[in-house]
Nanobody, 115 residues
Framework: QVYLRERGGGLVQPGGSSRLSCATS????????MRWYRQTPGAQRELVAS???????DYGDSVKGRFTISRDNGRNTVFLQMNNLKPEDTAVYYC?????????WGQGTQVTVFA
């Protein structure tokens, strides 16, 4: 059974930092591209960042230069380091993997950026 569990998030002041983690089980983690999405009420989920099995990363335009995705294959975990946070980064952040033609998601973790 595929399982994703996000941790981190919470309340952060503008300009601050936060680090999210997503622990996985049920997949051969090291061969899969991992993704972080975020969603605000009434909006579709937005791709924030992705990292391939060989470490190639990609970012949404709104977070480039501020967010960094990384992975630890030994711990089956993907991370999202978020710096210089802005109020518009407020959202529920989800970890995602595509496995055997299906999409799997964690339960999400709330990040709220406010002064």
């Amino acid at each position: 059974q595929v399982y994703l569990r996000e941790r981190g998030g919470g309340l952060v002041q503008p300009g601050g930092s936060s680090r999210l983690s997503c622990a996985t089980s049920g997949i051969n983690f090291k061969i899969h591209t991992m993704r972080w999405y975020r969603q605000t009420p009434g909006a579709q989920r937005e791709l924030v960042a992705s990292i391939t099995s060989n470490g190639t990363t990609d970012y949404g335009d709104s977070v480039k230069g501020r967010f960094t995705i990384s992975r630890d294959n030994g711990r089956n975990t993907v991370f999202l380091q978020m710096n210089n946070l802005k109020p518009e980064d407020t959202a529920v952040y989800y970890c995602n993997v595509r496995y055997k033609t299906r999409e799997f998601w964690g339960q999400g973790t709330q990040v709220t950026v406010f002064a």
